[in-house]
């Protein structure tokens, strides 16, 4: 359960916007467009989350709000569906705006959840030019914007913060899904299109083996269910087959008139394309530096790219390598209200358990 909930709301990965094997899993919601109707959700308390270090020790939010003052960048690692990790980004930034404003600095809140094409009309918003409908047509928001991401948006409009639309077009980590990360070289003027400075980097071996083992728990258990949901004629009649066939050996015949299967993009442009969504992240925040030296950033992403400090943050020193952030994790957990050591050791510099006995805010299966 935990590890299907993990890769259904964090991984990012949408293997069918990328590309790769068809799957349907792991998807980001998808861009709004129709209204939907909210989740029947209760309101949220204090007695559905739990704060604990690293370490396991317990913590408050306070902690990480002190943590917090001496850090450039505070990560906020959600899972996409999980309405206590939005309620309480929310009350994070609330208390970072408060925070930065006593200390007369200035924040940004950055977000996975707009492309970076599509910017200029999240500033033409912030600023009163478009109206709400433009932002949410014309800035391709995901379906469980209104629900999830608008107080956030609405929060920082009316304080005055600027939001950074952090992600990479989707439409360029669907062409290295299937093309491969040198299919970029083709793009004219990349800077302009959104993309980071190529080539990005490569993902990190430690990132590379957690991404590549959670692709290989995905697929075992995704055997494992298409198993068990074949019906019983169909497993005897493909057992009576395999028997009277067993001995005879395999005929290869030649069909000239049929085409050739395509190729499977391969595990390693899977690998790229998510590491493109983590350094174009990663790249939005370098640059909201360069516009504003002495900001402090807060940034929402799914927690699968800030997981253990990799990805994201690894692309972000690698760009500018005096950064100092916070990661935070968040985990919609059947352990709740217990800290799991064996999954959420050193998951971040904090780890916030949260009740995943709640209804979602997203529904993965009827997009709703």
């Not at 807060?298 to 100092?324: A, C, D, Q, W």
């Amino acid at each position: 359960m935990q590890v299907q909930r993990l890769i259904l709301a964090s991984v990012f990965l949408s293997l069918t916007l990328i590309g790769n094997l068809g799957l349907a899993w792991a998807q980001e919601p998808k861009i709004k467009s129709e209204s939907t109707e909210p989740s029947t959700i209760p309101e949220i308390t204090e007695e559905h989350f739990r704060i604990f270090r690293g370490d396991g020790s317990t913590a408050t939010l306070d902690d990480i709000l002190q943590a917090a003052q001496s850090v450039e960048v505070i990560f906020l690692g959600e899972y996409h569906d999980d309405p206590v990790a939005h309620f309480l980004e929310k009350q994070v930034l609330s208390k970072l705006i408060q925070q930065t404003s006593n200390q007369n600095q200035n924040l940004a809140l950055s977000m996975e959840m707009f492309e970076r094409d599509v910017q200029h009309i999240l500033d033409e918003y912030l600023s009163g030019l478009i109206s709400e409908n433009h932002l949410t047509k014309s800035g391709r928001t995901w379906t469980n914007y209104e629900s999830d991401y608008r107080p956030l948006v609405e929060l920082a409009k009316q304080n005055g913060v600027p939001v950074i639309a952090a992600n990479a077009p989707r439409r360029y980590v669907n062409l290295v899904g299937r093309q491969g990360r040198d299919a970029l070289l083709q793009i004219k003027r990349p800077a302009d299109r959104g993309l980071p400075p190529l080539p990005y980097a490569q993902a990190s071996k430690a990132y590379a083996n957690k991404f590549n083992n959670l692709m290989e728990k995905f697929r075992k258990q995704r055997a494992e269910a298409a198993k068990k949901s074949k019906p019983e004629s169909t497993k005897q009649e493909s057992s009576a087959n395999k028997t009277a066939n067993e001995d005879e050996p395999q005929k290869l015949t030649k069909q000239p008139n049929k085409t050739p299967t395509k190729k499977p993009t391969s595990r390693g442009s899977s690998l790229d394309a998510q590491s493109l969504w983590d350094a174009a992240m990663a790249y939005s925040i370098v640059e909201q530096f360069l516009r504003d030296p002495g900001c402090q950033v807060v940034h929402i992403n799914g927690s699968f790219h800030t997981e253990k400090k990799l990805g994201i943050p690894e692309h972000l020193l690698r760009y500018r390598p005096s950064t100092s952030f916070l990661v935070v994790t968040m985990f919609a957990s059947d352990s709740f209200p217990a800290f799991d050591s064996q999954e959420m050791i050193n998951a971040g510099d904090f780890v916030i358990v949260t009740d995943n006995s709640l209804p979602r805010s997203y529904d993965f299966k009827t997009k709703k």
